[in-house]
């Protein structure tokens, strides 16, 4: 017979699995088939656990999407700073951006916060395209098959419903003698029984329950982490907030560099105009100098 640890936890995972049962037969409000809720049941655990495990999946992109665009946006500031600095790249020659390169043609240059802009987009196509191979990633790897392949023994789905390394004691062969509560609990289950359909139904349910408690305690232990997460002393315990905090530093990113893209306009302006004018003078000041000159010959 199993131990008394062994029977507690089987015990746990099968009243886990009958309550999510009666829930699932509630919820349909009628009678149902046990082929049927146990269909449903098994839908609706590995969607459960699906869903959990997708989220913080999706959680953690948001993040290291955060942390890409954050250094990106770094980058873009620091060339613009640069440019100002050395009155390139961001500075601009008229209305329509246009600037003389190497060659003396002119070339059209693209405002940063534009760059910034289409860097974003780019990250954001990315970690999409990441998000959506993680979603299959998931299900694929968390299939009902999967885990009823995995979790054979009742050794294993203790270990799975406990989720810490204890279960690893009970990987003995049967074939071993010595202390019988040292064993699996597998080797301690009668053979007769183990030949029967009811045997292998109250593993199967012990399974689901024990993929009920893998859900529950890592749904919990990925909320834990989200709580102690901050981002420049502000919570970030969502993916909501997450992508805020990424909003309100795109925002004030782009108003920055869009206004440094104005001040260099109106710079550049102001000096073309400038140059206008000493060119104009010049001209008037020749003009004045031929008609003096005249003057003085006519008095002459």
Do not use: W
Request: hydrophobic share 35%; with cysteine; charged share 30%.
């Amino acid at each position: 017979m199993l131990n008394e640890h062994d029977y507690h936890d089987v015990q746990e995972c099968v009243f886990e699995y009958d309550r999510h049962q009666k829930k699932t037969q509630e919820d349909h409000k009628k009678h149902c088939s046990d082929a049927f809720l146990y269909t449903k049941s098994c839908a609706m655990i590995f969607s459960e656990l699906h869903s959990a495990l997708f989220t913080h999946c999706e959680y953690m992109h948001a993040l290291n999407r955060l942390l890409d665009i954050s250094r990106f946006v770094e980058q873009t500031m620091a060339k613009s700073i640069t440019a100002r600095h050395y009155g390139i790249g961001g500075s601009v020659a008229d209305d329509n951006d246009e600037k003389m390169d190497i060659d003396g043609d002119m070339v059209v240059e693209q405002p940063q916060s534009e760059a910034l802009q289409k860097g974003i987009a780019a990250i954001v196509k990315r970690t999409q395209k990441l998000i959506r191979e993680d979603r299959d990633e998931i299900a694929n790897t968390n299939s009902q098959l999967r885990f009823s392949l995995r979790y054979k023994t009742f050794s294993r789905i203790l270990h799975l419903a406990r989720g810490t390394d204890e279960g690893c004691r009970y990987e003995v062969l049967e074939s071993e003698k010595g202390d019988r509560h040292a064993k699996s609990p597998d080797f301690l289950v009668d053979s007769v029984v183990k030949t029967s359909n009811a045997y292998e139904t109250l593993k199967n349910q012990c399974m689901l329950g024990a993929v009920l408690r893998y859900t529950e305690r890592n749904k919990k232990r990925f909320q834990d982490e989200k709580c102690q997460t901050t981002v420049g002393g502000a919570h970030a315990d969502t993916t909501a907030r997450v992508v805020g905090i990424e909003r309100i530093l795109v925002q004030k990113a782009t108003t920055m560099l869009q206004a440094t893209h104005c001040q260099q306009a109106m710079k550049s302006k102001v000096s073309d105009a400038l140059d206008k004018t000493k060119h104009e003078n010049m001209l008037l000041q020749d003009e004045l100098d031929s008609v003096i000159l005249r003057l003085e010959q006519i008095k002459k």
